[in-house]
């Protein structure tokens, strides 16, 4: 049975920085691309970046380009998203995400993922 768990959601003054992370477990996670989602309430899931399954290629969508970084460590089974300098625009529930495939097919494309987490709370304050 494939797990994933997010964590290191919270609070946050506009400005900061958050750090999340994800663990897999029961998915060969070192052979599958990976990805973060987000979502508010009322809206669709939004994909956030997504990073190959070495880790070579990743992408972001434009509007957290320069400011989230998507990075993975295939011998701890965990994926991270480092989040600068946020804004009150970021909150959301945020998601990761195993897919099928060993390619990340575009940050904004939720259909090769198949394994989802429950998600963990991002607030960030004006």
């Known amino acids: 049975q494939v797990q994933v768990v997010e964590s290191g959601g919270g609070l946050v003054q506009a400005g900061g920085s958050l750090r999340l992370s994800c663990t897999v477990s029961?998915?060969?996670?070192?052979?599958?691309?990976m990805g973060w989602f987000r979502q508010t309430p009322g809206k669709e899931r939004q994909g956030v970046s997504c990073i190959s399954w070495n880790g070579a290629y990743t992408d972001v969508v434009d509007s957290v380009k320069g400011r989230f970084t998507i990075s993975r460590d295939n011998n701890k089974n965990t994926l991270d998203l480092q989040m600068n300098n946020l804004e009150p625009e970021d909150t959301a529930m945020y998601y990761c995400?195993?897919?099928?495939?060993?390619?990340?097919?575009?940050?904004?494309?939720?259909?090769?993922?198949?394994?989802w987490g429950q998600g963990t709370q991002v607030t960030v304050s004006s």
């Open positions: 029961g998915l060969s996670f070192g052979s599958y691309a």
């Open positions: 995400a195993a897919a099928r495939v060993m390619a990340c097919l575009g940050a904004d494309n939720p259909g090769h993922f198949h394994y």
